[in-house]
């Protein structure tokens, strides 16, 4: 990958964003990585692969308890532009549910990546904001998030309280913070890889004891990029 443009393909597989796919990984998605700088969505979904493969693969449990929705399908772009296929991706996920599912889902508002992990039969969805924002500065994705419970809902012909009917409860997690303008894809996958290794489908408000820090280490977000390097040697991404 020594020119500029050139690029490799990673296969994901249906079970991961439910559907089959594959991602796109070009020079210039290491070279923000080795040079630590903002990520894009190449980046983000190698990573929940490796996730996939290296937590969930083979363990039942911690498959059948955590999915993924793909950031290619539904971001803000694509929220204003397609809100409609969006939607429908969305609960097409949720339909998949068998038992309670916590659905991590990485989003890009267009400038900066947030994770929400979504609870769709308890309607709760947890907001992890490494810069410490409200969800209220992103109307159009909680409209989308609720609208899609709500169809869901429906689909699944659930009975609820008529005084939960068209409340969905959202919580702001009180996680780790960012001290400058580009790590908050690293924080978005170590929110990910605590949240599954933690193997919780609730989530505290104060976040976990065991990952409780006001902001993460510069070691703490070298082992992100350690973890994504090697996965990157052993899928034959990059060569040494």
């Given at each position: 990958?020594?020119?500029?443009?050139?690029?490799?393909?990673?296969?994901?597989?249906?079970?991961?964003?439910?559907?089959?796919?594959?991602?796109?990984?070009?020079?210039e998605?290491?070279?923000?990585?080795?040079?630590?700088?903002?990520?894009?969505?190449?980046?983000?979904?190698?990573?929940i692969?490796?996730?996939?493969?290296?937590?969930?693969?083979?363990?039942?449990?911690?498959?059948?308890?955590f999915?993924?929705?793909?950031?290619?399908?539904?971001?803000?772009?694509?929220?204003?532009?397609?809100?409609d296929?969006?939607?429908?991706?969305?609960?097409?996920?949720?339909?998949?549910?068998?038992?309670?599912?916590?659905?991590?889902?990485?989003?890009?508002?267009?400038?900066?990546?947030?994770?929400?992990?979504?609870?769709?039969?308890?309607?709760?969805?947890?907001?992890?904001?490494?810069?410490?924002?409200?969800?209220?500065?992103?109307?159009?994705?909680?409209?989308?998030?609720?609208?899609?419970?709500?169809?869901?809902?429906?689909?699944?012909?659930?009975?609820?309280?008529?005084?939960?009917?068209?409340n969905?409860?959202?919580?702001?997690?009180?996680?780790?913070?960012?001290?400058?303008?580009?790590?908050?894809?690293?924080?978005?996958?170590?929110?990910?890889?605590?949240?599954?290794?933690?193997?919780?489908?609730?989530?505290?408000?104060?976040?976990?004891?065991?990952?409780?820090?006001?902001?993460?280490?510069?070691?703490?977000?070298?082992?992100?990029?350690?973890?994504?390097?090697?996965?990157?040697?052993?899928?034959?991404?990059?060569?040494?």
């Amino acid at each position: 990958m020594a020119t500029a443009g050139a690029i490799r393909l990673l296969d994901m597989e249906e079970d991961i964003f439910g559907y089959s796919c594959t991602e796109t990984i070009g020079k210039e998605d290491l070279e923000h990585i080795f040079r630590h700088q903002e990520l894009g969505v190449g980046v983000i979904h190698t990573y929940i692969r490796f996730l996939y493969d290296n937590f969930m693969r083979g363990n039942d449990q911690l498959s059948n308890r955590f999915r993924f929705v793909s950031s290619s399908l539904v971001n803000k772009a694509l929220i204003c532009r397609e809100p409609d296929s969006c939607r429908e991706y969305l609960v097409k996920r949720f339909m998949a549910s068998s038992t309670n599912n916590l659905y991590l889902w990485p989003y890009n508002s267009g400038c900066h990546w947030l994770l929400l992990a979504i609870d769709p039969l308890k309607e709760v969805v947890y907001f992890l904001n490494s810069i410490d924002g409200e969800w209220t500065n992103y109307p159009d994705m909680k409209q989308l998030v609720d609208t899609s419970i709500k169809v869901f809902r429906s689909q699944r012909q659930a009975r609820v309280p008529r005084t939960k009917s068209s409340n969905i409860t959202w919580i702001k997690v009180q996680c780790p913070l960012q001290r400058n303008g580009i790590d908050c894809g690293y924080f978005v996958m170590r929110f990910m890889r605590e949240i599954i290794n933690m193997n919780q489908i609730e989530i505290p408000i104060t976040y976990f004891d065991e990952y409780k820090c006001a902001h993460y280490t510069r070691l703490q977000l070298e082992q992100i990029k350690e973890e994504l390097c090697q996965y990157f040697i052993e899928k034959r991404l990059i060569s040494i």
